[in-house]
């Protein structure tokens, strides 16, 4: 289809190399993604992302969705093929009555904490998707309309469709919340950081454990979502994990918490990583991470965060989403600017991985990054992976959606 006969029908548009905006809207998080789509297709509807797809699969051109654009493998930007952009498409709309919230597809979480203040693991709180399939089918999924698709996209990707419109449960959870920051030396990281490991198993559910390890420094807190005084009730039991070379206690609003990592200098940088799911955190593990981190060279940042809590009280079979009983998660992420360092700080945080990989039992899909199929395996146990290529057989034999962590078809990996 030309571009011309594209154009005429859209409520949105298409860009190409040179038009106003292009650039722009092919450039995501990762700085290292410097691809050239055919076209943008700036989608304000449905209809648009219908009438999207159809001209891409005449036109054979492959597709790539832009929502966030924080893919660090850059899926959203097919080089010569055809960008899908949903951030025209952004509205949040709350029915505070209901405690629902209806979200469109290029929306970010952002814009639904300002609207809501939501709590929780996004894709538990789902009620329903409107999701636009590669045959051009506009399709409801929830518990009663396609309910094996409705299983499929909690947690599949984005393999069986472009979602256009998400309704979420919302949960009255406040509007403020607390972080702890202690920052320990390493030679006290090793100790305060197996306290850290005892304490988050008995916090409470409102805090969610975190850590972070860049060469010689460990910093080590907790995140509290609600009331910041019952958040500080918590500080003398993590007093209690070693005595830290500075201490940061700040208070703040969730919707700040949600952004505080939302700068626009941050697509400046080059990004790669990798993650694990750890189901316990022994010392020789603790001891492992500590030493890869500390080694010379340009190793990476770790982090680590818990899980338990609401994402365990879901059973592992209701979604797509796999391996609940996960402990902590985590994610050693390299970013720089300088483009002659590709090489040496991939291989630098591949080898820090790797180090971990004997104690890792699967890692999280949105912590993928360049592991193809393998990753994928890493990413589902094997019967969840044979629903969700049924999935795929059923919704995207011919695998039109394939720029993601992808799920081919049977026969087609």
Known sequence: MAMSDLSAVLDGEVLTSGDPGYDEARTVWNAMVDRHPSMVVRCRSVHDVVAAIAAARSDGLEIGVRCGGHSVVGHAVPDRGMMIDLTPMGEVVVDAERRRARVQGGALLGALDLAAQQHGLSCDNVESFEVVTAAG?????????????????????????????????????GTQALVVEHDFTSDHGGSALRAWRELSATAPRAATFTAFVLGGLVTL??????????????????????????????????VELQQRDDTVDGHAFRRYWKGHYFTELPDDLIDAMLEGSAAPGLVPAAS???????????????????????????????????????????????????????????????????EGLAGVRRAYPAAKLARLTALKDTYDPDNVFRLNQNIPPSGKD
């Open 137 to 173: 089918d506009v399709l409801r999924a929830s518990e009663r309309e396609n309910p094996d698709l409705f299983w499929g996209l909690r947690g599949g990707g984005g393999n069986f469709g472009i979602v256009t419109e998400f309704e979420f449960r919302l949960h009255p959870v």
């Open 221 to 254: 807190g907790y995140v509290w979502v609600g009331d910041p005084e019952e958040g500080r009730a918590l500080l003398p039991a993590f007093d209690t994990i070693g005595t830290p070379t500075e201490k940061r206690v700040t208070d703040m609003s969730y």
């Open 304 to 370: 680590l965060q818990a899980y338990g809590g609401a994402i365990a009280d879901v059973p592992d079979d209701a979604t797509a989403f796999s391996q609940r009983s996960t402990a902590f998660e985590f994610v050693t992420a390299a970013r720089w600017t300088d483009p002659a360092e590709d090489t040496a700080r991939i291989a630098a945080a591949r080898a820090y991985a790797a180090t971990l990989d004997a104690y890792a039992s699967g890692a999280y899909v949105n912590a993928l990054n360049d």
